[in-house]
């Protein structure tokens, strides 16, 4: 569930008096997502997102992914825009929090993406890439080589209490993508979280790319890992669907393509997403408290990824 804050309707009806959007209807809290507070708002105009942003969440941050996402949208990605009020702010604060109004993107995310859903998604990403070249901010990929680093060493040898034997297989991966990470290719601003719950469809169509919370400036190529082993396994990792990764790849060849030397590199690059998200959840896993209102993700799930590709 992710409904940390809780907004009262007075303090709602007064936030929403800032802006040209009509007056309150209704506002539901949003359960699915973990990071940040979010709320379903209908005014007598639309249908919005709330959200309020939690402590995962650098403030100093917000500037970035608010004209990140306001760039996207206005090149007709369907990004949802940030809503600005009458004084042209977008980034507010209620109940103390950072907050934003976004707007409301139709759509619903996918348990099971089909072959179909993969290279809508592929090409999606694609096209996000190519709208991306002439964004000129900046933004360090904190969970990169140093930040596996920092989270392998937070970890420790209490990885094991997950499963025997992962605090070694951890500082071995670790070891080979230190040596091997190709770090020469072209970099770019990535999303580096577009997990199937983070791309809203309507039947095979993308409605809405979300969730750029971990947008970053990185190997571009990257992101295309991280779609890789989001969407072609099964939940658990234990199976990779052929097909779905290649319409992935299909999809991505339709609006942007890899070169040569980044298509020559993504097994690595696809061992470094599985790793990321491999110790995001083991440090997750290790330090969240078992009454805490967040469900914990599978860290073996992305094991059993990994294996795929150290396998290949
Ligand atoms: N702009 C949007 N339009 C429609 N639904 C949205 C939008 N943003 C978020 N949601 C819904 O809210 C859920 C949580 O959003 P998300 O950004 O993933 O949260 P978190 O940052 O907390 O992980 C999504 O799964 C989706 O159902
Ligand atoms: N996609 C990551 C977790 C990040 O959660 P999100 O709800 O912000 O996408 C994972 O699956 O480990």
């Given at each position: 569930?992710?409904?940390?804050?809780?907004?009262?309707?007075?303090?709602l009806?007064?936030?929403?008096?800032?802006?040209?959007?009509?007056?309150?209807?209704?506002?539901?809290?949003?359960?699915?997502?973990?990071?940040?507070?979010?709320?379903?708002?209908?005014?007598?105009?639309?249908?919005?997102?709330?959200?309020?942003?939690?402590?995962?969440?650098s403030?100093?941050?917000?500037?970035?992914?608010?004209?990140?996402?306001?760039?996207?949208?206005?090149?007709?990605?369907?990004?949802?825009?940030?809503?600005v009020?009458?004084?042209?702010?977008?980034?507010?604060?209620?109940?103390?929090?950072?907050?934003?109004?976004?707007?409301?993107?139709?759509?619903?995310?996918?348990?099971e993406?089909?072959?179909?859903?993969?290279?809508a998604?592929?090409?999606?990403?694609?096209?996000?890439?190519?709208?991306?070249?002439?964004?000129?901010?900046?933004?360090?990929?904190?969970?990169?080589l140093?930040?596996?680093?920092?989270?392998a060493?937070?970890?420790?040898?209490?990885?094991?209490?997950?499963?025997?034997?992962?605090?070694?297989?951890?500082?071995?991966?670790?070891?080979?993508?230190?040596?091997?990470?190709?770090?020469?290719?072209?970099?770019?601003?990535?999303?580096?979280?577009?997990?199937?719950?983070?791309?809203?469809?309507?039947?095979?169509?993308?409605?809405?790319?979300?969730?750029?919370?971990?947008?970053?400036?990185?190997?571009?190529?990257?992101?295309?890992a991280?779609?890789?082993?989001?969407?072609?396994?099964?939940?658990?990792g234990?199976?990779?669907?052929?097909?779905?990764?290649?319409?992935?790849d299909?999809?991505?060849?339709?609006?942007?393509?890899?070169?040569?030397?980044?298509?020559?590199a993504?097994?690595?690059l696809?061992?470094?997403?599985?790793?990321?998200?491999?110790?995001?959840?083991?440090?997750?896993?290790?330090?969240?408290p078992?009454?805490?209102?967040?469900?914990?993700?599978?860290?073996?799930?992305?094991?059993?990824?990994?294996?795929?590709?150290?396998?290949?």
């Amino acid at each position: 569930m992710a409904v940390y804050t809780q907004v009262p309707a007075e303090a709602l009806d007064s936030f929403l008096s800032r802006y040209d959007v009509g007056t309150l209807v209704s506002a539901k809290g949003i359960a699915e997502g973990v990071e940040n507070s979010n709320f379903l708002v209908e005014t007598t105009q639309a249908r919005f997102i709330l959200t309020l942003y939690e402590k995962r969440v650098s403030e100093a941050d917000l500037p970035y992914f608010l004209a990140l996402k306001t760039h996207l949208a206005d090149r007709g990605l369907p990004v949802p825009r940030p809503i600005v009020d009458r004084e042209g702010r977008a980034l507010q604060t209620l109940q103390g929090r950072p907050a934003c109004l976004i707007e409301f993107l139709p759509g619903v995310s996918l348990g099971e993406p089909t072959p179909a859903h993969c290279r809508a998604a592929g090409e999606a990403m694609g096209q996000m890439h190519a709208a991306l070249r002439d964004f000129d901010q900046v933004r360090e990929n904190a969970l990169n080589l140093a930040g596996w680093q920092r989270l392998a060493e937070a970890c420790g040898a209490r990885a094991d209490e997950i499963a025997p034997g992962l605090a070694a297989t951890i500082a071995e991966e670790l070891a080979f993508l230190e040596t091997n990470w190709p770090l020469d290719l072209p970099h770019s601003t990535i999303h580096a979280d577009l997990f199937p719950d983070n791309v809203l469809v309507r039947g095979t169509k993308v409605t809405g790319l979300i969730d750029f919370y971990f947008a970053c400036t990185d190997i571009r190529a990257y992101d295309l890992a991280v779609l890789h082993t989001s969407w072609a396994f099964s939940g658990d990792g234990a199976t990779h669907f052929a097909d779905r990764a290649a319409a992935l790849d299909a999809g991505y060849a339709a609006s942007h393509g890899l070169s040569a030397d980044e298509a020559a590199a993504f097994n690595i690059l696809a061992r470094g997403a599985c790793l990321r998200f491999l110790l995001t959840r083991t440090y997750d896993w290790l330090n969240t408290p078992a009454d805490a209102l967040v469900t914990r993700k599978d860290p073996l799930a992305y094991l059993r990824r990994l294996a795929h590709y150290r396998a290949a």
